[in-house]
């Protein structure tokens, strides 16, 4: 049966998968729900969205998303509070990022009533999926990318635009250890590093393969000039903490204005902690972790949140950081997500009821 939601067309699945899904045991982006909002940029304009069955995508051998890698993403989630309301967090600015994203990989920007209309709809179809269950939640991933046809290296000139949600259990996976870089670089000045474009994670993933067999989870990049500067936790923002004052870089062509990260330096800020915003040198972590004012290192993310650092690998040494009793990772997670999930006030005005 369809429907007008939001005017927007929803042409529904014929049966639900959602009695398949074990929604205890969810593992991170592997089952998705039953639709998906679609959007076609044809003959110079995005059409209407709509929403419709989930369902595979068929393209030319020839789609430029092959072969010139025109695509960018979004990462964010919905959260159903006790009495069945649904809230987004920050979603315009998931909005406004995706098109500073497309406008770097001359991707058309979307409308953003398209955005936040055919995510409104979307999720009032899949309402079902959102679980509900402490540190759950719809993960959702909207994208764009180059769907017209050639070998010619050029943009495109039809695109696709897609959100897919997949209910996600709590991302905890424990403190990780990671590797200070010191040859390779996720991005450059004047390159695509403030970008969520595809191509960055592929960059990404061969030194981080190097960092796991060497005994590391993940990889802090830093700047590629001079590989002095901490800069980023894979793909997440960084946070350092040297006694008591929480540390992180500014943002620029190489870092990403992260969601999270900028949630965190204004919850911090409120919550009294000293904040700075300023580069941050590998030569000063490695001395305050020597010294013990090294007090905890985190990466701030939407799919985990804060993903406590335990040490840190750099030039052939290891570095502990040490096990607090009270951390700024654990008080800070607990009051984003408390937000986010409509269990404390909102002061900030971030969360955003889907109705
Ligand atoms: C997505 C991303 C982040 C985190 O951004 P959030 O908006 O907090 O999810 C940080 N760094 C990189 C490189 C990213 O791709």
Redesign the pocket.
């Given at each position: 049966m369809n429907a007008i939601i939001n005017d927007i067309e929803v042409i529904k699945a014929k049966t639900t998968k959602i009695n398949e899904v074990d929604f205890d045991n969810l593992k991170f982006g592997h089952v998705f729900s039953d639709h998906m909002l679609e959007c076609n940029f044809k003959n110079g304009k995005w059409e209407i969205p709509k929403v419709v069955p989930y369902q595979s995508i068929s393209l030319d051998p020839s789609s430029k998303i092959f072969h010139y890698g025109q695509s960018v993403f979004e990462?964010m989630k919905a959260y159903k509070d006790a009495n069945d309301d649904v809230y987004l967090f920050r979603p315009l600015d998931n909005c406004k990022r995706l098109n500073i994203s497309s406008k770097r990989m001359a991707i058309p920007e979307l409308p953003e009533n398209y955005f936040m209309n055919g995510l409104t709809t979307l999720l009032k179809v899949d309402s079902d999926w959102i679980p509900k269950s402490e540190g759950s939640s719809l993960y959702i991933r909207p994208f764009v990318f180059a769907s017209g046809n050639g070998f010619h290296a050029s943009p495109a000139d039809e695109y696709k635009f897609i959100i897919a949600c997949a209910p996600s259990g709590s991302y905890f996976s424990g403190k990780v250890k990671v590797l200070i870089e010191e040859k390779y670089s996720r991005s450059a000045n004047g390159g695509v590093g403030f970008a969520?474009a595809g191509g960055?994670y592929a960059g990404q993933f061969y030194p981080t393969q190097l960092a796991i067999d060497k005994g590391y989870q993940q990889v802090i990049w830093t700047d590629d000039n001079t590989h002095e500067y901490i800069e980023?936790a894979g793909?997440?923002?960084i946070f350092v903490r040297i006694n008591d004052t929480l540390i992180t870089g500014p943002t620029s062509d190489r870092i990403?204005d992260?969601?999270?990260?900028k949630s965190i330096i204004e919850i911090a800020k409120a919550e009294g902690i000293p904040v700075e915003v300023r580069k941050i040198t590998v030569t000063e972590v490695v001395a305050a972790a020597k010294e013990g004012t090294l007090k905890e290192m985190f990466g701030?993310?939407?799919a985990a949140v804060i993903s406590p650092i335990a040490g840190f690998g750099y030039k052939d040494a290891d570095y502990d950081l040490p096990e607090l009793e009270n951390t700024y990772a654990s008080s800070l997670k607990k009051r984003i997500t408390d937000i986010q999930t409509n269990k404390a006030e909102d002061p900030f005005g971030w969360r955003v009821k889907v109705e």
């Open positions: 990462g969520k960055n980023e793909a997440m923002n990403l992260g969601i999270t990260r701030a993310g939407t």
